[in-house]
C-alpha cells in the first residue's frame, strides 16, 4: 500500500467505515484542507493490522488512497459540478512527488545463490545443511573429479575455436599446477578465485542467454536456472557443456557483434589494471583460463550437491527456478503495478535486464516515461533505468553524458549501462534532475558519480535534484566504499539522503545471506547462523538537494507491499530482489 502523508482518523470517522472489502481492508473517508476554505476528500482503505497495531485515535500513515474529490469547506461534499481529481492531481496540488528506487537484481539467475524460506520441499532444508558438510569435509583433488581426460577434450574444443598453439601450451601448465589442489581448500575456498575473477566473470555471460522469442539458453550448471538430467551424469554433462560454449549463440539479445558466434567469444579478457590479483602471465591467457576455471567449478559444483544428497537435489533446485527465477519480471512488474506503488511519480530501477525494459515499456510506456541508459547492455544487463508519470511531466531530455563530462578520467569506472540522467519540468513548470545509478560491487564509482551529481545540479540552480541509487555502501570492508566515508561527504555536496534521522549503517536496505551455491564462497553464510552472519548492508538510498526539496516521508519495504520486516532475507518466494525498495514522499521548497 502507497504509505502516505500521515493523516489523523478520528473514532467518529472510524465509526463511518464501510464493511471490509474483498481484499480484507476497511474503506474510509477523510478530509485534509490543501487551499483556503476547500478540502480534499479522499476515500481509501485501511489495513485493519495497522488500525490495531496503532488504535483508533492515533494517526495511521499505512493507507490506499481510491479516489480524491475537492469539497466545500467542512468537509461536506460538494455539488455535482464540483471538479473531481485523481489521487495524482491532488497530490501535485502542491507540487508533492512520491519516488522510489529499487536495485530489481535481474541479473540474478541462480535459484541457490541465496538462503530463503522455503518450506515447499523438506529436501531443502537437508541439501543446504548437508552442502556445508561436505565443504567442512576432507576433499579429493581436482582431478579425481574434472579429470585429465575431462582437460584434454576441452583443449581440443580451445584449439578448433582458434586457441593459439602457445596459448594451449600455457593453459597446460596452469592445469598441471591446479589439478592437484584440494577440490574444496584449494579451489572453491580459495581467495584469489574471487579476487581474480576467473569463474565470476565468464560466468556473467555465459549463465543464461535471453532468445529473441523470449525463451532462454542456460549453460548446463548448477548456479542458475538449467535444470536438464546432463546435471546428475558427469559424462552427458561435459557434452552438453562443450556444446553450449563452443557452439554457435542462437539469436539473441545480445549485440549484433555476438550473433554467429560461439558463448567462448563473449569471454572479455581479464587486465591487471582493473583486477590486480590477476598476474600478467594469466592475463595473456585469460580467455581460455577462464574457460577451463568454469568448466571446473561447475563440474565440482555437481560434485559437492551428488555427495551431499544424491540426485535429491535436482527436484529441488526445479521448484525454486519456478518459484524465483520463472516469471521474475512478472513478480518485479507486479510490485510495481501494485497497489503499493501504483501512482508513483518517479522510479528509480537498477540492474534492470534488457528484457525487463522492454517489459516495462509495453506495461507502463502509456502511464509513464521510460527512460533506459543510453550505453544498457544486453551482455551484462545491469541497466539503470528512469521511469517518469506522465501526468506529473510534461517533458524530459537526457543528460546522462552531463554526468559522465563532469567524472573525467573517473568515468572509466563506470560500466555499461550503469547511470542514467534526464532532466525534466512537471506541469508546473518546475524543473527536476533525475539520476538513477548502480554502483560497482566493491563502490568505487559511487562518490565520482556523485559528486559529477552534485556538479551537475549545481549548473542547474533551479534544477531539483533527486538520486535513487545502489551505491554499493558497505559498513565495513577492506577496499570498498564505507557508509561512513560516503556520508561524510555528503553536506559539502549540498546533498543528504531521505532517511534523515533514521540514516545509520545499521538501517541497512540489502539482506544477503549467500549460500555455498554460488561462485564466492567466502561471501556465503551457514544456514543455520542466517541472520548473525548474513551481510547487512546501507547499499541504497535516495538524495536531494535539501534547499529544494524536503523529505516528508521516507520508507523500506522488503515485502512488495510497502512493508518492512526486520531480518527478513531478501529474497523471497514473492519478493523479487535482494534489496529493498526505498521509497519517499518529497515536496518542493
Known sequence: ?????????????????????ESGLVRFKWCDKVTSGKFVQRAGRLDLCALNRYGRDRTVSVMTQLSTEVVDGGGAAADASADTFTSQEARSIDGRKIVLTWNVASINNNPLEYIINFDVNPTYRKMMMEVERVLASPAPAISEVFTDEMFQTLLGCLATAGTEPHELDALAEFWAALRDRDLIDGFLKHPEIGAKRLISMPDRVS?????????????????????????????????????????????????????????????????????????????????????????????????????????????????????????????????????????????????VSVALVSALRT?????????????????????????????????????????????????????????????????????????????????????????AVAAVGKLQPSARL???????????????????DFMSELPAMGLESTLGSELSADNYTCFQARSYLQPQLQKAVPFMKIHEAAAKEPKDTILISPEKMKCIKCWKDSVGDGSWVEDQAMPSASFPSDHAIIAALLVPQ
Not at 5 to 21: F, H, N, R
Not at 232 to 255: M, N, Q, Y
Not at 413 to 439: E, K
Open 207 to 351: 549463465n543464461t542467454i535471453h532468445t529473441v522469442d523470449g525463451s532462454r539458453r542456460c549453460r548446463p550448471a548448477v548456479i542458475n536456472a538449467y535444470v536438464g538430467a546432463a546435471l546428475i551424469d558427469r559424462d552427458s554433462w561435459l557434452t552438453e557443456w562443450l556444446a553450449f560454449i563452443f557452439g554457435e549463440v542462437p539469436d539473441t539479445k545480445l549485440p549484433p557483434k555476438a550473433k554467429g558466434r560461439n558463448v567462448y567469444s563473449l569471454f572479455k579478457p581479464l587486465s591487471p589494471k582493473k583486477y590486480p590479483a590477476v598476474t600478467e602471465s594469466e592475463s595473456a591467457v585469460s580467455r581460455p583460463l577462464q574457460a577451463l576455471y568454469l568448466a571446473v567449478f561447475d563440474c565440482v559444483m555437481i560434485h559437492v550437491l551428488t555427495t551431499a544428497v544424491g540426485t535429491d537435489w535436482l527436484p529441488v533446485k526445479r521448484q525454486l527456478c519456478e518459484a524465483l527465477i520463472d516469471g521474475k519480471n512478472e513478480r518485479t512488474l507486479q510490485v510495481l503495478k501494485g497497489p503499493s506503488y501504483k501512482g508513483t511519480d518517479i522510479l528509480c530501477l537498477q540492474e
Open 363 to 451: 506495461e507502463f510506456g502509456a502511464e509513464y516515461y521510460v527512460i533506459a541508459a543510453p550505453d544498457a547492455s544486453a551482455e551484462l544487463n545491469q541497466n539503470s533505468v528512469i521511469l517518469l508519470r506522465r501526468s506529473a511531466f510534461k517533458d524530459w531530455r537526457d543528460t546522462t553524458s552531463a554526468i559522465v563530462e563532469q567524472m573525467g578520467d573517473a568515468a572509466e569506472q563506470l560500466g555499461p549501462g550503469d547511470v542514467v540522467a534526464a532532466t525534466c519540468t512537471d506541469h508546473d513548470d518546475r524543473l527536476f534532475i533525475v539520476v538513477s545509478f548502480h554502483g560497482d560491487s566493491d563502490g568505487r564509482s559511487s562518490l565520482p558519480v556523485t559528486r
Open 466 to 484: 533527486i538520486f535513487g541509487a545502489d551505491l554499493n555502501m558497505t559498513r565495513a570492508g577492506k577496499n570498498k566504499l564505507h557508509f561512513s
Open 1 to 21: 500500500m502507497v504509505q502516505i502523508e500521515p493523516y489523523p482518523l478520528s473514532p467518529q470517522l472510524l465509526d463511518e467505515a464501510l464493511p471490509q472489502d
